[in-house]
């Protein structure tokens, strides 16, 4: 059964601070790994979409890498902003019609 | 292109009550999964369908049921409410065999039993 992991559960950083968050997994059979931004209250917006053959997808000022061999995936943000602040979660989906485990995600504050 | 939408965007119901919460996919998307989100946690996978049929399902009672239609929207009914249903329902689909097969979710329905 999938574990993911994401530590810290809360961060907070000074405006313009370079920052990285964790996301571990437990099986490394994975198919993709996803990146996720939840405002309070609402949905899930897509970031980033890793596959199990990629190493890292860039988008802006936003980096994910993948190393399926020690389950881990970081989402790195450059030069972060007060509009950063959300709660950001990984998934990792077993098959390409698979489900998505999620992690319990990491609480971003992006002070001013 | 609306994206995934999906209704009502809150509800309030009483223990043992009935609901059903409904989700229109993204265009061009055939697979809908259902979770439900804890104040605090990660989404939970409930069950996926495609072309109609359950595909997969998690670790959830049978209280928790769907349907999905012709035109792939889908319905999520729980029976028997209880307090501990009360969360965020997500909505979700995807392309099923289209490159990279990115997930997207919907805004979400805020239910509250009481």
């Known amino acids: 059964k999938q574990e993911v992991t994401q530590i810290p559960a809360a961060l907070s950083v000074p405006e313009g601070e370079n920052l990285v968050l964790n996301c571990s997994f437990t099986d490394s059979a994975i198919y993709n790994l996803q990146w996720f931004r939840q405002d309070p209250g609402k949905g899930l917006t897509s970031l980033l979409l890793?596959?199990?053959?990629?190493r890292e997808q860039t988008s802006g000022r936003l980096n994910a890498s993948l190393d399926k061999s020690s389950g881990r995936s970081t989402l790195y943000i450059a030069a972060s902003q007060p509009g950063d602040s959300a709660t950001y979660l990984c998934a990792s989906r077993g098959t390409n019609a698979g489900k998505s485990t999620f992690g319990d995600g990491t609480t971003l504050t992006v002070k001013p | 292109d609306a994206g995934v939408t999906q209704s009502p965007t809150h509800l309030i119901k009483t223990r043992g009550q009935q609901v059903t919460l409904r989700c229109s996919p993204k265009?061009?998307?055939?697979?809908v999964s259902w979770y439900q989100q804890a104040l605090g946690q990660g989404p939970q996978f409930i069950f996926q369908?495609?072309?109609?049929?359950?595909?997969q399902r998690g670790n959830f009672p049978d209280r928790f049921s769907g349907h999905q239609y012709p035109n792939y929207s889908s319905e999520l009914n729980v029976n028997a409410l209880l307090l501990g249903d009360s969360a965020l329902y997500l909505c979700a689909s995807f392309a099923l065999g289209q490159a990279q097969e990115t997930q997207y979710f919907g805004p979400g329905t805020r239910l509250l039993v009481l």
């Open positions: 369908y495609y072309e109609e049929e359950e595909r």
């Open positions: 890793i596959q199990s053959s990629q």
């Open positions: 265009s061009g998307h055939d697979t």
